[in-house]
T-cell receptor, first 115, second 112 residues
Framework: DSGVTQTPKHLITATGQRVTLRCSPR?????VYWYQQSLDQGLQFLIQ???????AKGNILERFSAQQFPDLHSELNLSSLELGDSALYFC??????????????FGPGTRLTVL | AQTVTQSQPEMSVQEAETVTLSCTYD???????LFWYKQPPSRQMILVIR??????QNATENRFSVNFQKAAKSFSLKISDSQLGDAAMYFC?????????FGKGTRLHILP
């Protein structure tokens, strides 16, 4: 158990809908990262927050957005969902600013299925 | 652009034997970190081992060790005394600053 929690475990929804994925980092970790893992794209970095502020952006679509709250939990919002958004979404956390020394600890993931 | 390549999509090893998973990467940076993550059927990503590029000594964690060849940009993972619980997808990852890139993974099967 990494100490990172994600809810829900599974989510099934329809195209065009909007969903919110939630992540609670390990106790004391200030950085939260979001990843998408699909069969054809592998593991892709989406976005990172550090202590409430956006720190780095990867391959995140404009239909997706995220935020980190004062209690350090984070939410990933996915809107206007398409079939291709079906994937496993991981959250990871690390102790501090994205320095070379940080190791990321991954949560169990949320499986999103768009029908 | 930085890339991470895992050339072995699948591998099998007999229980108690040793197996080596390959990873190569491409970068022009000199100060970076390399990781191996394990993803078992539960789908959780578990950190196996980490290597700092400035360290010449290869990292070791119990039965897991790496062969880090910086000039060759190679970072292989050796699993000794393979156990059934080692069966998983293994991802090699490269990190420099805010950028982290994963390989496509190697699926490891353990044969009893």
């Amino acid at each position: 158990d990494s100490g990172v929690t994600q809810t829900p475990k599974h989510l099934i929804t329809a195209t065009g809908q909007r969903v919110t994925l939630r992540c609670s980092p390990r106790s004391g970790d200030l950085s939260v990262y979001w990843y998408q893992q699909s069969l054809d794209q592998g593991l892709q970095f989406l976005i990172q927050y550090y202590n409430g502020e956006e720190r780095a952006k990867g391959n995140i679509l404009e239909r997706f957005s995220a935020q980190q709250f004062p209690d350090l939990h984070s939410e990933l919002n996915l809107s206007s969902l398409e079939l291709g958004d079906s994937a496993l979404y991981f959250c990871a956390s690390s102790p501090g600013l994205a320095t070379h020394t940080d190791t990321q600890y991954f949560g169990p993931g949320t499986r999103l299925t768009v029908l | 652009a930085q890339t991470v390549t895992q050339s072995q999509p699948e591998m099998s090893v007999q229980e108690a034997e040793t197996v080596t998973l390959s990873c190569t990467y491409d970068t022009s940076e000199s100060d970076y970190y390399l990781f191996w993550y394990k993803q078992p059927p539960s789908r959780q990503m578990i950190l196996v081992i980490r290597q700092e590029a400035y360290k010449q000594q290869n990292a070791t964690e119990n039965r897991f060790s790496v062969n880090f060849q910086k000039a060759a940009k190679s970072f292989s993972l050796k699993i000794s005394d393979s156990q059934l619980g080692d069966a998983a997808m293994y991802f090699c990852a490269y990190r420099w600053g805010d950028k982290i890139i994963f390989g496509k993974g190697t699926r490891l099967h353990i044969l009893p």
